[in-house]
């Protein structure tokens, strides 16, 4: 089955900084969803990516799709406090509607 | 308009006991899924609906797992004789139609504690 790594498992940056949180499969990427997790709450969609090389951008968060590296990047410009949660990605597997999650990365931003 | 809602957002029941977690989907959304989702982890797919059939059910863990949609609306989760190992934050998404197509926008989820 497939399986999701995020890398790093929990991020601490200083307000201001750029970061980059990575999400790879072990299998063939057919998509993939971020989403963001504010302690003990719902998930937030932030953005679907469909196809290899598609990139998309939210204010200041981009994602990325790398097909051959079956890798994408979520990528946060000059964080601020309100990017801090548990960024999760989620991965859909070819001919099921199963979406397979990463244990998600713990982004702690301080002022 | 209004999003996913779940109910109730929190249960408390003892070992042994049946519950039924429900899920309110966003309206016209034809998809539905359950996840399971414990501490410190990423949700774990338990079922998913298309319109009224269960097109998946592939992620219950045992027959003591059951859902419904009867209407192609509302659905139903049920847990029945729970244990302490069923422990765990129950959460339900939908979406327009088909994963890789349309965003899965989820409920606050349904925090389940058997004691």
């Known amino acids: 089955s497939q399986e999701l790594e995020q890398s790093p498992q929990s991020l601490i940056v200083q307000e201001g900084k750029n970061l980059t949180i990575n999400c790879t499969s072990s299998k063939t990427l057919y998509g993939l969803y971020w989403y963001k997790q504010k302690y003990g709450e719902g998930l937030i969609f932030l953005m679907m990516?469909?196809?290899?090389?598609e990139e998309k951008s939210h204010e200041k968060i981009t994602a990325k799709l790398d097909e051959k590296k079956q890798q994408s990047s979520l990528h946060i410009t000059a964080s601020q406090p309100s990017h801090a949660g548990i960024y999760l990605c989620?991965?859909?597997?070819?001919?099921?509607?199963?979406?397979?999650f990463g244990k998600g990365t713990k982004l702690t931003v301080n002022p | 308009g209004a999003g996913v809602s779940q109910s109730p957002r929190y249960k408390v029941t003892k070992r042994g006991q049946d519950v039924a977690l429900r899920c309110d989907p966003i309206?016209?959304?034809?998809?539905l899924y359950w996840y399971r989702q414990a501490l410190g982890q990423g949700p774990e797919f338990l079922t998913y609906f298309n319109y009224e059939a269960q097109q998946d059910k592939s992620g219950l863990p045992n027959d003591r797992f059951s859902a419904e949609r009867p209407e192609g609306s509302i659905s139903t989760l049920t847990i029945q004789r729970t244990e302490q190992r069923d422990s765990a934050m129950y959460r339900c998404?939908?979406?327009?139609?088909?994963?890789?197509?349309?965003?899965?926008?989820f409920g606050p989820g349904t925090r389940l504690t058997v004691t």
């Open positions: 309206s016209g959304h034809v998809s």
């Open positions: 989620g991965a859909f597997q070819g001919g099921s509607e199963k979406l397979v």
């Open positions: 998404a939908s979406s327009l139609g088909p994963s890789g197509a349309y965003e899965q926008y």
């Open positions: 990516l469909q196809k290899g090389g």
